[in-house]
Protein backbone atom coordinates (compact mmCIF):
# COMPACT_ATOMS: atom_id res chain seq x y z
CA UNK A 1 0.00 0.00 0.00
CA UNK A 2 1.63 3.12 -0.72
CA UNK A 3 -0.24 6.61 0.60
CA UNK A 4 0.99 10.16 -1.20
CA UNK A 5 -0.95 13.11 0.92
CA UNK A 6 -0.22 16.51 -0.90
CA UNK A 7 -0.34 19.73 0.37
CA UNK A 8 0.36 23.31 -0.06
CA UNK A 9 -2.00 24.72 -2.29
CA UNK A 10 -3.87 27.75 -1.90
CA UNK A 11 -5.79 31.04 -3.38
CA UNK A 12 -3.58 33.33 -5.04
CA UNK A 13 -3.44 36.09 -7.36
CA UNK A 14 -2.16 35.42 -11.24
CA UNK A 15 1.47 36.44 -10.93
CA UNK A 16 1.62 34.79 -7.51
CA UNK A 17 3.88 31.77 -7.22
CA UNK A 18 2.79 28.51 -4.47
CA UNK A 19 5.29 25.06 -3.43
CA UNK A 20 3.16 22.27 -3.82
CA UNK A 21 4.64 18.93 -1.46
CA UNK A 22 3.82 15.39 -1.31
CA UNK A 23 4.45 13.00 1.67
CA UNK A 24 4.87 9.61 -0.11
CA UNK A 25 4.38 6.60 2.87
CA UNK A 26 3.96 2.71 2.55
CA UNK A 27 5.52 0.48 0.32
CA UNK A 28 6.72 2.71 -2.64
CA UNK A 29 8.39 0.71 -5.56
CA UNK A 30 11.58 1.23 -5.64
CA UNK A 31 12.86 3.87 -8.45
CA UNK A 32 9.78 5.08 -8.59
CA UNK A 33 9.28 8.28 -10.81
CA UNK A 34 6.48 10.81 -9.30
CA UNK A 35 4.70 13.11 -11.28
CA UNK A 36 2.34 15.67 -10.84
CA UNK A 37 -0.85 15.98 -12.75
CA UNK A 38 -3.94 18.59 -12.33
CA UNK A 39 -7.69 19.05 -12.83
CA UNK A 40 -10.07 21.87 -13.63
CA UNK A 41 -13.93 22.25 -13.13
CA UNK A 42 -15.26 20.16 -16.59
CA UNK A 43 -12.17 19.36 -17.94
CA UNK A 44 -9.95 15.77 -18.24
CA UNK A 45 -6.98 15.38 -15.76
CA UNK A 46 -3.68 16.26 -17.74
CA UNK A 47 -0.23 15.85 -16.85
CA UNK A 48 2.34 18.62 -15.27
CA UNK A 49 5.11 17.13 -14.59
CA UNK A 50 7.49 14.09 -14.33
CA UNK A 51 10.91 13.22 -12.09
CA UNK A 52 12.60 9.96 -12.33
CA UNK A 53 14.21 8.60 -9.00
CA UNK A 54 17.45 10.24 -10.07
CA UNK A 55 16.12 13.59 -10.27
CA UNK A 56 17.16 14.14 -13.37
CA UNK A 57 15.77 14.26 -16.79
CA UNK A 58 12.40 15.80 -15.74
CA UNK A 59 9.70 16.28 -18.11
CA UNK A 60 6.93 19.08 -18.23
CA UNK A 61 3.50 20.13 -19.60
CA UNK A 62 3.98 22.90 -22.48
CA UNK A 63 1.56 24.90 -20.52
CA UNK A 64 3.66 24.87 -17.86
CA UNK A 65 7.59 25.11 -18.77
CA UNK A 66 9.61 27.98 -17.74
CA UNK A 67 7.25 28.15 -14.58
CA UNK A 68 6.98 25.15 -12.62
CA UNK A 69 9.40 22.95 -11.70
CA UNK A 70 9.38 19.60 -9.84
CA UNK A 71 11.83 18.05 -7.50
CA UNK A 72 12.53 15.80 -4.95
CA UNK A 73 13.98 14.77 -1.56
CA UNK A 74 14.43 10.89 -1.83
CA UNK A 75 15.35 10.89 2.02
CA UNK A 76 12.36 12.38 3.09
CA UNK A 77 9.96 10.53 0.67
CA UNK A 78 8.84 13.97 -0.62
CA UNK A 79 7.90 15.41 -3.90
CA UNK A 80 7.98 19.17 -4.88
CA UNK A 81 6.17 21.02 -7.15
CA UNK A 82 7.41 24.89 -7.34
CA UNK A 83 5.03 26.87 -8.99
CA UNK A 84 5.72 30.70 -10.46
CA UNK A 85 4.14 33.29 -12.41
CA UNK A 86 0.78 31.11 -11.99
CA UNK A 87 -2.28 32.07 -14.16
CA UNK A 88 -5.82 31.96 -13.96
CA UNK A 89 -6.01 28.94 -16.24
CA UNK A 90 -3.21 27.20 -13.71
CA UNK A 91 -6.55 26.44 -11.49
CA UNK A 92 -7.02 23.05 -10.96
CA UNK A 93 -7.00 20.14 -8.37
CA UNK A 94 -3.61 19.36 -8.33
CA UNK A 95 -2.61 15.41 -7.98
CA UNK A 96 0.56 13.76 -6.68
CA UNK A 97 1.36 10.41 -8.36
CA UNK A 98 4.45 7.55 -8.60
CA UNK A 99 4.51 5.50 -10.78
CA UNK A 100 4.12 1.11 -10.42
CA UNK A 101 6.36 -1.26 -11.45
CA UNK A 102 4.85 -1.41 -14.31
CA UNK A 103 6.21 2.27 -15.54
CA UNK A 104 2.52 3.61 -15.39
CA UNK A 105 1.07 5.94 -12.70
CA UNK A 106 -0.81 3.88 -9.99
CA UNK A 107 -0.42 5.04 -6.97
CA UNK A 108 -2.77 8.72 -6.49
CA UNK A 109 -2.87 11.10 -3.90
CA UNK A 110 -6.28 13.08 -2.70
CA UNK A 111 -5.16 16.30 -4.41
CA UNK A 112 -4.76 19.39 -3.79
CA UNK A 113 -6.61 22.85 -4.60
CA UNK A 114 -5.17 26.00 -6.65
CA UNK A 115 -7.17 28.64 -7.32
CA UNK A 116 -5.55 32.09 -9.19
CA UNK A 117 -7.80 34.94 -9.61
CA UNK A 118 -6.78 37.69 -12.22
Known amino acids: QVQLVESGGGSVQAGDSLRLSCAAS????????MGWFRQAPGKEREFVARIPWSGGSTSYADSVKGRFAISRDNARSMVYLQMNNLKPEDTATYYCAAESSSGSFYYWGQGTQVTVSS
Open 26 to 33: GRTPSSAA
